[in-house]
Structure formats: C-alpha cells, structure tokens
C-alpha cells in the first residue's frame, strides 16, 4: 500500500511543480501578481507532499538493499521540490516587483513555446462546454494550465471542467495555435508586443538573448532528466549534464553582461535585477536535473517506483527514429507542425551522435534521426506514422515499431 501511495504522491509532486514553473513564467509575462500567488499557494501542496513522501519512505525500508533504493527515491523528491521553489523565485519577480525589461517579454513571444492568456466571450464555442470536448493539445497544440473564474482560480482542470462565459484561460503551447484558440474563444486577434522605441544596449541584448536560451534549455534538461529516470537510460543523462555545464557557462556570460550593462545605463536598474533573478532560478533548474540523473550512473538500484511514477504523467516522452521514406523525412519541423497536430512538442534531434536541443521550425529532419519528443499519449500513434512506423502493442502493453511500408 505505502508504495502504490508514494508512487501517486510522487507523480502528482512532479505535474505540480512543473505547472507551478509554467505559472510562473506566464505570471511573468503577463505581469499577473495573481498568478505569481497562485504559483507561491501551490508551494504548500508541494511540501505537504514532500514531507508525506519522505515519511513514507523510511516507514518502508527494511533492510540496507532497500535502504539504497530508497535513498534514491528521497534524492528525485529533493530535486522535484527544488523545482517547485524555484518556479516560486521566477513569481517573486512579478510579486515583489523586481522587473523585467520588455525587451525580455517580446523575446518570449517568439519562443518555439509561448504562454497566452484569453478571456470566453458569449456565445463562443467554448462557452458552456467541458474541455476534453476540444481536444486542445492537438488541435491548437496549447494546454490550458489554469483558469481564472471572477476570483478564483482553477489550477491543472481537468477534461471534466465546463467552460463559463468570461472564464480566463491560461496556456502554454505553440504559436502556431494562437489564431485558432482565439477563434474557438470567441475573442478578437492577437497582436504581439512589440519591440520598444529606441536603441537598446548591446549587452543587454546579449543578456536577454542568452536568458532565453537558459529558460529553454533548462526546460528541456529537466524534461530529458525525467525521462532518463523513466528509462534508465544514459546517453540521455550524459545529455543532461551537458546541459548543465552550458547552463553554469551561460549564466556566468550573462551577470558579466549585466553588469556592464548597468555601468553604461542612466536608466531605471531594477529590471537587470530582474534578469540576474530569473538566471539564478533558470540555472538552479538545471542543477535538479542532473541531481536527478546523477543517481542512473552511481545507483545500481533505483527504485522502480521511480520509472513508474515519473512515467504516470499527463504527457508522455517517446523517443522515435525518423525511418527511409516517411512522410516526415525531408520536411522541415514548422510544416509538420506537430505541437497542433499531433500535439507533441519537439525536445531535441539526435543527428549523428549530437542532439540539437529545441530545434528551431526550420530544421528539416531526415532519415536515421532520432526525434526525442512529448505530448499527449493520444497522439503517439500519429506521431509513429509521421516518422513512419505503426506502433504494435501486445498483451501487457509494451509495445514496439513496426516500419509502415510491411502493412500497405
């Protein structure tokens, strides 16, 4: 019973500090104090978790086999509510008024994934519905992360929750799916923002480029970090602390740079405040994830708790191969579209030994690569077939590729 119950705990602890870090760069965004109290509120659930977790672990141990195990399971709980804390730093920024420059924001318009907020008009086809009638991972290739009803707040809904006129939807996803969810809202275009008036300092330009890279790469490293866990896997863990050491090295780039960005600047210094605050938490990030990673090389005994609670998730990893004559060879990442359809986003692309993290749309995948990706398991057979294989399961729901050429 205690290890079916850590096991729920645990991927429950997981999904929430990875939406309290999705909150947290939406509440930043959109400049949403309620957001960033939304985010810090869910801390609490985290560390009622955490300490139920760690009870039950030692409650489980009986021997000093199990012991090893476990102390393998209490260092990813760690880790998981490391994350959560340092979602909670990234919301203090907005919450405590520390700033940001705009710069930043108009930045984070142009990511591969962007949050957006939109607001049920009357009548729309939202209106009135649950959302799994809508299938918006796969339509749009948006996840509604909360919704905020006149006070209050509906945090991770399920496809259960009716959608009211005037609920305000918070997502995260890709652009591309923008125009879509907006029509099916009922609510008018979307206009970015836009860059500011003026000339902006070069080494700020060089801090804000290199933010957003750390924001995108430590997402991807915690994402392949869970994965390695899940699958035991070691390249992929070699990966993510390869991305760590980039993330130690970019953030040291980047205090330089606001540095003398702030000895050059008459102006308002409280958004580098800013910059210097959210890198602390973006690297930080990063270190979790290859604590968590750290325990495939030196534990021979990892808990299987691990690889099933990590894996019990909403969205699910799978690591594809790109086969001779599919219908995605040859075609470039923005016209496959996958975050609308199929609904998986793309973590990385294995190319002859070297993985190339959060590939931009113009990358053109061939045959032999190897497409790591997550989404929706909904969406796993369709994602098969674009890199053409038909996913064969048996009895006990292992599974395995098949090319699609032998069924035609």
Not at 65 to 85: K, T, W
Not at 101 to 116: G, I, Q
Not at 375 to 382: F, K, L, V, Y
Request: proline fraction near 6%; include cysteine.
């Amino acid at each position: 019973m205690e290890s079916r119950n850590l096991r729920v705990m645990l991927a429950e602890a997981k999904d929430t500090s990875e939406l309290m870090v999705d909150l947290a760069y939406a509440a930043l965004f959109f400049d949403d104090p309620d957001m960033a109290d939304e985010v810090e509120a869910l801390e609490q659930d985290i560390s009622d978790l955490v300490h139920q977790m760690r009870a039950l672990c030692i409650i489980a141990v009986r021997n000093p086999r199990e012991a090893e195990a476990m102390a393998a399971v209490l260092q990813v709980i760690s880790a998981v509510e490391r994350i959560g804390n340092d979602a909670v730093d990234i919301a203090k920024i907005v919450s405590r008024r520390l700033g940001i420059p705009r710069e930043l924001v108009v930045d984070m318009t142009r990511a591969e994934e962007v949050a957006h907020r939109v607001e049920v008009a009357e009548g729309a086809h939202f209106a009135n519905r649950p959302l799994s009638s809508f299938e918006l991972p796969i339509v749009t290739g948006m996840r509604v992360m909360a919704i905020r009803r006149d006070r209050t707040w509906i945090v991770d809904p399920g496809g259960d929750d009716i959608l009211n006129p005037h609920d305000v939807l918070f997502l995260r996803g890709s652009p591309d799916g923008i125009a879509r969810l907006r029509e099916l809202a009922g609510a008018p275009p979307y206009h970015p923002p836009e860059e500011p008036e003026g000339q902006a300092l070069t080494d700020l330009d060089r801090a804000i480029d290199t933010l957003i890279e750390m924001k995108n790469l430590s997402e991807v490293a915690v994402g392949l970090a869970y994965s390695a866990l899940v699958y035991r896997d070691r390249s992929l863990a070699a990966q993510v602390r390869h991305l760590e050491d980039r993330l130690d090295e970019m953030n040291n780039r980047l205090e330089l740079w606001v540095l003398k960005a702030a000895g050059d600047s008459n102006d308002d210094l409280l958004p580098l405040r800013g910059l210097l605050h959210l890198a602390s938490a973006a690297e930080d990030l990063g270190d979790q994830a290859q604590q968590m990673v750290w325990l495939i090389e030196k534990s021979s005994d990892l808990h299987p708790v691990l690889g099933i609670a990590l894996g019990d998730t909403d969205d699910i990893v799978l690591q594809i191969p790109v086969g001779e004559g599919a219908p995605a060879a040859g075609k470039s990442l923005r016209e496959l579209a996958l975050p609308i359809e199929p609904g998986f986003n793309v973590l990385a692309i294995e190319r002859d030994g070297r993985y190339q993290y959060r590939p931009r749309r113009h990358v053109v995948l061939a045959p032999g690569d190897e497409v790591l990706a997550s989404g929706p398991e909904e969406g796993r057979s369709a994602l098969a077939e674009l890199l053409g294989w038909t996913i064969v399961e048996d009895d006990d729901g292992d599974w395995q590729l098949t090319p699609l050429a032998s069924h035609r």
